[in-house]
C-alpha cells in the first residue's frame, strides 16, 4: 500500500535554484494538500487543491506554487529557493465533499535545507 | 486568524504515568471539525481522532481518550498510563466550517516524552 509518495527524501538547495518536490497519491482522493512544517509553528498550509484543475492559496503561498493536472500528482514548485524555505515539507491527501471531511493522509515528508 | 493553541511545548512524564494534552481553538463557525494527529520520531504523521462540532460525548480509545468542551473551545485529549512508544509530538487541528472542508488548522504541537 503505498497511500502517498514525495520526492526528493531530503535535498540541500543553493539559494536562488528551482526546486519542485513531488507528490503522488494512489488513494483517488480529491483534495491534496501542501503544508510545511517548522519548529515552534506547527504546520503551516501552503497550497491546497480541491480537485484535478484547481488550486487555492494557504496560510503561507509566497514563493512557491503548484499544479494539480490529473488527480494523483500535486508538486510544489520553488522557482527561487531563499534560507527562510528551510523546513520539512508534507504532502496530504483527503477525500471532501462527503458528509464529513476526511482525515488527512500524509507523505513521509522532504526535508528540504537552503543554503 | 481562527487559530489553534497548544500551551504545552513539551512536556515530561515517567512511565504509567497519566498525562493531559491541552488544546485550545478559535472559530466562527457553527460545524467544525477537530483532529489530533501523531508524530512519532521516526517523522510520519499518524491520525488519531475527528470530532464534529456537533457530537460533545468524550470518546476513549484504549489508553487514550478525548474531551471536547465546546463551552471552552477546548479538546484535550489524555493519555492514560503512558508508555515509552507514546514519546512523540502530537497536533492538535481544526478543520471544517465553510468552503473547503479539508483544509486544517494546526495547532504547534506539544512534545511528549515518556521516561522509563
Known amino acids: 500500500i503505498a497511500g502517498i509518495t514525495q520526492a526528493p527524501t531530503s535535498q540541500i538547495l543553493a539559494a536562488g535554484r528551482r526546486m519542485t518536490l513531488r507528490c503522488t497519491q494512489d488513494?483517488?482522493?480529491?483534495?491534496m494538500y501542501w503544508y510545511r512544517q517548522d519548529l515552534g509553528l506547527g504546520l503551516r498550509l501552503i497550497h491546497y487543491s480541491n480537485t484535478a484543475g484547481t488550486t487555492g492559496k494557504g496560510e503561507v503561498p509566497d514563493g512557491y506554487s503548484v499544479s494539480r493536472a490529473n488527480t494523483d500528482d500535486f508538486p510544489l514548485t520553488l522557482a527561487s529557493a531563499v534560507p527562510s524555505q528551510t523546513s520539512v515539507y508534507f504532502c496530504a491527501s483527503s477525500l471532501i465533499g462527503t458528509s464529513a471531511p476526511g482525515e488527512l493522509f500524509f507523505g513521509e515528508g522532504s526535508r528540504l535545507t537552503v543554503l | 486568524a481562527q487559530k489553534v493553541t497548544q500551551a504545552q511545548t513539551e512536556i515530561s512524564v515517567v512511565e504509567k504515568e497519566d498525562v493531559t494534552l491541552d488544546c485550545v481553538y478559535e472559530t466562527r463557525d457553527t460545524t467544525y471539525y477537530l483532529f489530533w494527529y501523531k508524530q512519532p520520531p521516526s517523522g510520519e504523521l499518524v491520525f488519531l481522532i475527528r470530532?464534529?462540532?456537533?457530537?460533545?460525548q468524550n470518546e476513549i480509545s484504549g489508553r487514550y481518550s478525548w474531551n471536547f468542551q465546546k463551552s471552552t473551545s477546548s479538546f484535550n485529549f489524555t493519555i492514560t498510563a503512558s508508555q515509552v512508544v507514546d514519546s512523540a509530538v502530537y497536533f492538535c487541528a481544526r478543520g471544517g466550517g465553510s468552503g473547503n472542508t479539508g483544509k486544517l488548522i494546526f495547532g504547534q504541537g506539544t512534545t511528549l516524552q515518556v521516561k522509563p
Open positions: 470530532r464534529n462540532s456537533f457530537d460533545e
Open positions: 488513494m483517488r482522493h480529491n483534495a
